[in-house]
């Protein structure tokens, strides 16, 4: 039942998506992921409706989740060196708390886009996030860095490679954490204060 069901899982979301969809069977491949069978069978049985999977061609990839919770850190261990080397450490202080609280959630999908949101460049952050509508949520950095390291462990494309965007965590200074900039150095991982306006620091936003 669970391999007939994921066969058809695969052959529902990739001919909607292209290469915004991202398997499972790819996903466990890129990270060694070993999804159990019960696992397996949820993600198949969570798979979005052809009708969302169309809305979601509206400039989201989709992504099979992790087999277990993962925060920040573990997400960054999973390939260290697709990290911008002078990020590294900041966010590993104690202090730090949303890199160890804010996580992916385990098994079923996560649906990120795959760019920034439409003309929330230059923005604070309090305009930024009213741009979201209906079921889009702003996800955490933990979501955000999973899902560009996930696109490009499957598809070897950079996404972001040019700009930042802020993400629901909060540092210890009460600012947005911003993730971005993903190129051949690297993928950067900052903060920055509410209310900067920058061209280059827009918001990222996930399905709810």
Aim: with cysteine; proline share 5%; charged share 25%.
């Amino acid at each position: 039942m669970s391999i007939s069901t994921r066969i058809d899982a695969t052959a529902i979301a990739t001919p909607i998506l292209g290469d915004d969809f991202l398997p499972a069977a790819d996903v466990a491949k890129a990270f060694d992921f070993d999804y159990s069978e019960e696992q397996q069978t949820a993600q198949a049985n969570t798979l979005l409706s052809r009708q969302r999977l169309k809305w979601l061609r509206n400039g989201y990839m989709f992504t099979a989740a992790p087999p277990i919770a993962m925060n920040l850190l573990e997400v960054c261990a999973l390939d260290p060196l697709l990290l911008y080397p002078e990020t590294v450490g900041w966010f590993e202080n104690d202090c730090q708390i949303f890199s160890r609280v804010d996580v992916v959630s385990p098994i079923g999908w996560l649906a990120v886009r795959t760019g920034a949101y439409p003309h929330s460049f230059k923005m604070r952050w309090d305009n930024q996030k009213r741009l979201l509508i209906g079921e889009e949520r702003v996800p955490n950095a933990a979501e955000v860095a999973y899902a560009l390291i996930a696109y490009y462990k499957v598809r070897t494309v950079y996404l972001l490679p040019d700009s930042y965007v802020r993400t629901s965590s909060i540092d210890a200074e009460g600012d947005r954490v911003l993730v971005g900039c993903f190129d051949a150095e690297g993928l950067d991982i900052k903060e920055c204060w509410n209310r900067k306006r920058r061209r280059n620091i827009g918001v990222l936003s996930a399905l709810k």
